[in-house]
């Protein structure tokens, strides 16, 4: 089946930082990929996403690039705020019996500090 | 547009009651599902649905019930609550059967005792 792999965290950076959160996946076919950012007491809500191999998502500094041939879809920022601090969930997409399937990873906590 | 919606936002259960988590959408979204997100698990598909009339269960769907009456509406019910409950159930909906986006409501936090 479909598995998402995320890094543990939590991660802690100072403002500014470079920011890189990795994210690997198991799929059969040519899943879509997405990245969810939930901030504290809220839903989930899309980051950015990327539906072919070699895609790059972008959003608010944000970017990820689908890369097919390391099954890989790692979020970098180059500047991190103080109000990037969230968790954030690797997801992928595919179709499966007809239907959309997502899988999501377990989520990697941001912490920025001033 | 609203987006979607939950209630209750909170809900204190004594083990063995029952209630429904109401959950809705003004997006004319095909594409329906519950999950629960745990420490350290992420997100768990509970139940989905891909139109009216049209649910099927996902990765842990025991002890929920759903139906799909409408479009816009997709409650999840909870027969006999139980402890292994507690947790933080979101509802999401997406326009259709392809890999698209889905759209999070904000969250009912589920406290079983």
């Known amino acids: 089946g479909n598995s998402v792999t995320q890094m543990e965290g939590p991660v802690t950076l100072s403002e500014e930082a470079f920011l890189t959160i990795n994210c690997t996946y198991t799929?059969?076919?040519?899943?879509?990929l997405f990245w969810y950012v939930q901030y504290p007491g809220e839903g989930l809500q899309l980051l950015l996403k990327a539906t072919k191999a070699d895609d790059k998502g972008s959003n608010k500094g944000f970017e990820a690039t689908y890369r097919k041939e390391t099954t890989s879809f790692h979020l970098e920022k180059g500047s991190v705020q103080v109000s990037d601090s969230a968790v954030y969930f690797c997801?992928?997409?595919?179709?499966?019996?007809?239907?959309?399937?997502?899988?999501f990873g377990t989520g990697t906590k941001l912490q920025v500090i001033p | 547009n609203a987006g979607v919606t939950q209630t209750p936002k909170f809900q204190v259960l004594k083990t063995g009651q029952s209630m429904t988590l109401q959950c809705a959408q003004d997006?004319?979204?095909?594409?329906m599902s519950w999950y629960r997100q745990d420490p350290g698990m992420g997100l768990r598909l509970i139940h989905y649905s891909v139109g009216a009339g049209i649910t099927d269960q996902g990765e842990v769907p025991n002890g929920y019930n759903v139906s799909r009456s409408t479009t816009e509406d997709f409650p999840l019910r909870l027969l006999s609550a139980a402890p292994s409950q507690t947790s933080v159930y979101f509802c999401?909906?997406?326009?259709?059967?392809?890999?698209?986006?889905?759209?999070f409501g904000p969250g009912t936090r589920l406290l079983v005792l």
């Open positions: 799929a059969t076919g040519y899943p879509s």
């Open positions: 997006m004319n979204h095909e594409y």
């Open positions: 997801a992928l997409s595919s179709i499966s019996g007809g239907y959309q399937k997502v899988t």
């Open positions: 999401a909906s997406s326009l259709g059967q392809k890999q698209e986006t889905q759209y």
